[in-house]
């Protein structure tokens, strides 16, 4: 949609720093009146941003496609999205193929939040999400899984999501969307926009703008806490 009114997106451009009006690039410096930090996971790459978000993995696998009777004997007939009440989230759909696509948590978190591509196809935590399918639904037998994959999102220390922007700097923020993003950075992205702009709107009056979080703790305190706290709920 961008590029069609003529947006020129720069690609493989590398923030080095985000300050007030400025944005420096390992290869120029944007400047402009509002900036928008929106880089979720990634966000610990920038200078003293460490602390701000965690990153987390969230893996999937897919079915191959199946027939409308197992969906029928599954519930998934109108083609619902599903979750259950269990601590280490997990979710799925039907997909236009007629796959069902499943993922949820598993992979540990790496120490000082690094970001692992390796850990995106972490054998481990893909079996224990087939091991969780099938046991959701018996009707599947034994259906090939014929995708794994996975990707990693940013968890603020409060686990909630935010939207920001101080008019007086130019800098806005969104995200922490802690694997929710998908539908949550649509109405972020309108909701910068009114505050931008100045537009008063039910948007701008939601319960999460203007949320702040404290930093994550310091390694090796983090590192501790989150492994901990990931094996109790695994346990729960």
Same mark, same amino acid.
């Given at each position: 949609?961008?590029?069609?009114?003529?947006?020129?997106?720069?690609?493989?451009s590398?923030?080095?720093?985000? =300050?007030? @009006?400025?944005?420096?690039?390992?290869?120029? !410096?944007?400047?402009?009146?509002?900036?928008?930090?929106a880089?979720?996971?990634?966000?610990?790459?920038?200078?003293?941003?460490r602390?701000?978000?965690?990153?987390?993995?969230?893996?999937?696998?897919?079915?191959e496609?199946?027939?409308?009777a197992?969906?029928?004997?599954?519930?998934?007939?109108?083609?619902?999205?599903?979750?259950?009440?269990?601590?280490?989230?997990?979710?799925?759909?039907?997909?236009?193929?007629?796959?069902?696509?499943?993922?949820?948590?598993?992979?540990?978190?790496?120490?000082?939040?690094?970001?692992?591509?390796?850990?995106? @196809?972490h054998?481990?935590?893909?079996?224990g999400?087939?091991?969780?399918?099938?046991?959701?639904?018996?009707?599947?037998?034994?259906?090939?899984?014929?995708?794994?994959?996975?990707?990693?999102?940013g968890?603020?220390?409060?686990w @909630?999501?935010?939207?920001?922007?101080?008019? @007086?700097?130019?800098l806005? =923020?969104?995200?922490?969307?802690?694997g929710?993003g998908?539908?949550?950075?649509?109405?972020?992205?309108?909701?910068?926009?009114?505050?931008?702009?100045?537009?008063?709107?039910?948007? !701008? =009056?939601?319960?999460?703008?203007?949320? =702040?979080?404290?930093?994550?703790?310091?390694?090796?305190?983090?590192?501790?806490?989150?492994?901990?706290?990931?094996?109790?709920?695994?346990?729960?």
């Amino acid at each position: 949609v961008l590029e069609a009114r003529g947006v020129v997106i720069y690609e493989q451009s590398e923030v080095t720093s985000i =300050t007030p @009006k400025t944005v420096a690039t390992a290869a120029a !410096t944007v400047t402009a009146d509002v900036v928008i930090r929106a880089t979720e996971a990634y966000t610990r790459d920038l200078p003293g941003e460490r602390r701000t978000l965690i990153p987390i993995y969230s893996l999937m696998v897919a079915t191959e496609p199946l027939g409308d009777a197992i969906f029928d004997e599954i519930g998934l007939a109108n083609r619902q999205t599903f979750a259950d009440d269990r601590y280490m989230v997990i979710y799925g759909q039907r997909t236009q193929e007629n796959r069902i696509a499943f993922g949820g948590r598993g992979v540990p978190y790496a120490f000082g939040s690094r970001i692992v591509p390796a850990l995106e @196809k972490h054998a481990q935590s893909h079996e224990g999400i087939v091991a969780s399918l099938r046991e959701l639904f018996p009707a599947l037998g034994d259906a090939e899984i014929t995708h794994r994959w996975g990707g990693v999102l940013g968890a603020p220390r409060n686990w @909630k999501p935010s939207v920001r922007f101080d008019p @007086k700097t130019g800098l806005g =923020t969104a995200g922490g969307y802690v694997g929710e993003g998908v539908a949550a950075a649509n109405l972020a992205g309108r909701t910068l926009a009114d505050l931008i702009v100045g537009n008063g709107s039910d948007r !701008t =009056t939601l319960p999460w703008v203007g949320v =702040t979080s404290r930093k994550w703790e310091p390694e090796p305190l983090r590192f501790v806490g989150v492994r901990g706290s990931r094996a109790l709920l695994g346990q729960a």
